[in-house]
């Protein structure tokens, strides 16, 4: 079984950074008045609840003990200063110590600590700063504990709202509102446009028949939407629309491409390109909400009202066919025009 090699206490204190620069008269004392322990690997040095009574300088080997808080362990080695540190108010140790290999200690009872102050100045503001970097060290602990703790229960709430079937309904329903707001929003700048019935009627046709056949649409890969969804947003950058990011993905979904989107902004010119751009991206994701299991689709929008509180009128209804494909957008844009 490996040991310590004994030398006198008073060399082996001589090696520790805080006693390092002492006279030999203090170091002597020092040596004299405490107890020179030694522990194999594995034996208990201090008992759990035992009093918080004695500094201990570890001379060669290693302490072992469980944290006071947030479980684990912390191990500290030769040349730490531990234990009773003065003006520190603790009065048990936590937890059983053992030694992590063959270990020796320097162990002085707080009886002394007056008397080690007056023969030996010098360190009391040593032993201070050690109760200081315990303290900050303990406390960075516990916050670091109580940030593991709160991110815990963050994940288990995220969890549970994605897990959980009425979450998903409420989420669904935010997104619904909004995109109904927007198609309001849109409904409204386009009647104070002086657009003829004509060009909001053909409108209300290609919003219709893209929405009622999205759902036999080709699935496309991440890769080639996102390739679609930049060639779009760059083409609505060009035309001034404001907030492209928004629309394009939308637009994609209903196999829009620069050729269709030409053709709409030559009848929608200015500001109206926007607004009838905007309420055909609203429409898209408005008809893309799901009622249950089924495969129904909400009814795209309600009836388009003209300044002067003229007639409303409804689009048509959406059938059931195949997914449009770019030429239907070209047909129905050059119905437009």
Same mark, same amino acid.
């Given at each position: ?74 191990? @500290? ?50 032993? @201070? ?48 509102? $909004? ?13 104070? $446009?002086?657009?003829?019935? =004509? @060009?909001? $009627?053909?409108?209300?046709?290609? =919003? ?130």
């Amino acid at each position: 079984m490996a040991t310590v090699a004994v030398t006198p206490l008073i060399e082996a204190l001589r090696g520790i950074p805080e006693f390092a620069d002492l006279k030999e008269d203090q170091l002597q004392w020092f040596a004299s008045n405490s107890e020179d322990l030694h522990f194999a690997t594995g034996d208990l040095v201090v008992e759990s609840g035992a009093p918080a009574d004695r500094l201990i300088v570890i001379l060669a080997g290693g302490l072992q003990g469980a944290r006071r808080t947030g479980g684990g362990m912390y191990i @500290v080695g030769a040349g730490t200063i531990t234990g009773m540190l003065p003006f520190s108010r603790m009065t048990v140790f936590p937890s059983n110590i053992r030694a992590t290999a063959p270990t020796r200690l320097a162990a002085m009872h707080k009886d002394r600590f007056e008397e080690m102050f007056r023969r030996i100045p010098d360190i009391q503001p040593r032993l @201070v700063g050690l109760l200081t970097d315990r303290v900050r060290e303990a406390t960075r602990a516990d916050q670091q504990l109580e940030k593991l703790a709160a991110l815990g229960k963050l994940s288990a709430g995220l969890a549970h709202e994605l897990n959980n079937p009425a979450s998903a309904v409420r989420r669904s329903a935010a997104g619904l509102r $909004e995109a109904l707001a927007t198609l309001r929003d849109a409904n409204f700048a386009l009647c104070r $446009e002086d657009l003829t019935d =004509e @060009v909001l $009627e053909h409108l209300a046709e290609i =919003e219709n028949d893209v929405a009622a056949r999205m759902s036999g649409s080709p699935v496309m890969d991440a890769l080639e939407r996102s390739d679609r969804e930049d060639r779009i947003t760059a083409w609505l950058e060009k035309h001034g629309v404001e907030k492209p990011w928004e629309l394009a993905p939308a637009l994609v979904e209903a196999e829009a491409d620069d050729d269709c989107l030409d053709k709409l902004s030559a009848r929608f010119p200015g500001k109206t390109l926007q607004f009838a751009l905007r309420r055909m991206s609203a429409t898209i994701e408005v008809a893309n909400f799901r009622i249950g299991q089924s495969d129904q689709r909400i009814h795209l929008h309600g009836p388009v009202r003209r300044e002067g509180n003229r007639p409303a009128r409804r689009s048509g209804e959406h059938a059931d066919h195949a997914a449009p494909r770019s030429e239907e957008w070209h047909q129905r844009a050059e119905r437009i025009r």
